[in-house]
C-alpha cells in the first residue's frame, strides 16, 4: 500500500514505480488530491481500478478540503489509545471534579 499526499505525480521516476507497483495484484495505492485534479491523477481516475482510492472533495468547511492534511489527520488518522484514554481521565476529572465557583474557594 502507498498513502500520498500533497503528490501531484508530477515525478516520472517515482510515477514509474508506483505505475510498477500496480502490476501487482494486491498492491493499493491511496491518494489524498483534488478529484478534479487534472494531469496523472486524472488518468489513475480514468483506469477506475478499485485498488486506486482517490480521497477528496468538500471537507469540513470551504477553506479545508478533505484532501488537506489537517483535515486527513483530524478525521480521518485513528486515534492513538493513549490519546483515548487521556480523553477519558480527562473527561472523568471534570465530571467528577466539578467546578469551584468563587464562593467555595475562600
Known amino acids: 500500500m502507498l498513502i500520498t499526499a500533497g503528490f501531484a505525480f508530477g515525478d516520472e521516476h517515482l510515477n514509474n514505480i508506483i505505475y510498477q507497483a500496480l502490476t501487482i495484484p494486491t498492491f493499493r495505492l491511496i491518494v489524498f488530491a483534488n478529484p478534479d485534479a487534472k494531469g496523472e491523477i486524472a488518468k489513475l481516475r480514468v483506469l477506475r481500478d478499485e485498488r486506486i482510492w482517490i480521497i477528496g472533495g468538500d471537507g469540513p468547511d470551504d477553506k479545508n478540503p478533505a484532501h488537506y492534511?489537517?483535515?486527513?489527520?483530524?478525521?480521518?488518522?485513528?486515534?492513538?489509545?493513549?490519546?483515548?484514554?487521556?480523553?477519558?481521565?480527562?473527561?472523568?476529572?471534570?465530571?467528577?471534579?466539578g467546578k469551584k465557583d468563587a464562593a467555595n474557594e475562600q
Open 69 to 97: 492534511f489537517n483535515v486527513m489527520v483530524e478525521h480521518f488518522m485513528p486515534q492513538r489509545q493513549s490519546d483515548k484514554i487521556d480523553d477519558a481521565v480527562r473527561l472523568v476529572m471534570e465530571t467528577m471534579g
